[in-house]
């Protein structure tokens, strides 16, 4: 997807290894690159409203006809878009990449598309010298719609999630630490679930905007702080030095090496209170039986891109909880969450004084 092979080509491919596999990836890449051209473009906003004709899409986006007409008829046989009269959008376009704002996968689409035309590029180099050419924050924090795009996709996907991730975390959470929750959607989740909650997000200043207007709308402006800051640093006003109920750790373990990473859980643990709980919401390295092969592939793909620019990768379940026992917590659970996309919860205890 989205190129369509009917059975027998499938099979060709797939089940007779007749034909090599890579060719099939060369042509997701093209469809993957031209899907991304054409959303930077505006092409599916353009024909969101109904098909078009390449001189009347051209004249509207300003850009030479003959060109894109060449990319239309690309996306047409990669299923992005439809031909009869004019050009419409295609089943792999419609409705996943509009772009209201509560769309999750454009800016999915948007933000893979720089990071494998970019990134990626250093990908050979990354492997053989164990460390990212280019570290992802910075080359992100020098591009402010790149970031939006980022926050865009994370806010999105924690849209989808939070209630579910509340559902499954049971109140009272009392003063909650929230680090790289920069879009503050759970730390309003949990204060809207339990009134007495008050939340301290911590996050680069970048990632922040989007956060403090959520919260300033959602009449929670009192009750969540916004601190700029590196999570790998401690904050300048001591935000990890205070004492708190609930600190959360959401999809950004997976960001830091080994060390980094099992250094971020000790922090977050002298972070609590007795009795306080540690949250990690992450996509595991080992998921659960029975993942469909898709978000496994994903899961391997997006973990090598994580080495490739981040220095980090996905971590075993196993491999988190000994960091969280190793920092003298306890009772930890594995939580699945009945959302899209392969997220999980950790939840364990400070038990020690």
């Known amino acids: 997807m989205p190129l369509y092979l009917d059975p027998e080509e499938l099979r060709v491919f797939r089940d007779l290894n007749q034909g090599p596999g890579g060719l099939l990836d060369l042509i997701g890449a093209m469809a993957f690159r031209a899907a991304g051209t054409a959303q930077r473009l505006g092409v599916f906003d353009a ?23 060449v990319l239309l008829d690309a996306l047409t046989g990669f299923g992005y878009v ?19 704002p509560d769309e999750w996968f454009a800016p ?3 933000l893979w598309h720089e990071l494998i035309g970019e990134l990626w590029t250093g990908l050979e180099e990354a492997v053989r010298a164990g460390r990212p050419p280019e570290p992802y924050y910075p080359w992100l924090e020098r591009r402010p719609g790149t970031s939006r795009t980022f926050q865009r996709m994370l806010a999105g996907m924690a849209r989808a999630a939070a209630p579910a991730v509340v559902a499954a975390v049971p109140g009272p959470y009392g003063r909650l630490l929230d680090v790289g929750g920069g879009h503050a959607i759970y730390s ?14 911590v996050d680069l200043p970048g990632a922040l905007e989007e956060g403090r207007a959520r919260a300033g ?19 300048a006003d001591g935000a990890f ?13 997976h960001g830091l090496d080994p060390d980094g990473a099992a250094e971020l859980v000790a922090r977050a643990a002298r972070a609590l209170r007795p009795g306080g709980r540690l949250l990690v919401l992450e996509p595991y390295a080992d998921p659960p039986a029975g993942t469909r092969g898709h978000t496994t592939a994903f899961l391997g793909g997006f973990s090598l891109n994580l080495a490739a620019t981040q220095g980090g990768r996905l971590y075993t379940f196993a491999e988190v909880a000994g960091w969280a026992g190793a920092a003298g917590l306890g009772a930890v659970e594995r939580i699945p969450l009945d959302v899209p996309g392969s997220d999980e919860l950790l939840v364990a205890r400070q038990e020690t004084v």
């Open 82 to 100: 439809i031909r009869d009269d004019g050009y419409g959008l295609g089943p792999a376009a419609d409705p996943w990449l509009g772009s209201g």
């Open 188 to 201: 309003a989740a949990f204060c809207e679930a339990a009134p007495g909650t008050t939340a301290t997000v």
């Open 47 to 69: 024909l969101a409203s109904g098909a078009r004709t390449p001189a009347e899409l051209a004249a509207k986006l300003d850009v030479a006809e003959g060109p894109l007409t």
């Open 108 to 110: 999915t689409l948007a």
């Open 241 to 253: 030095d205070a004492r708190h109920d609930t600190v959360l750790l959401f999809n950004v373990v």
């Open 217 to 235: 709308e959602a009449g929670l402006a009192g009750r969540i702080t916004f601190v700029p800051g590196d999570l790998t640093a401690p904050a």
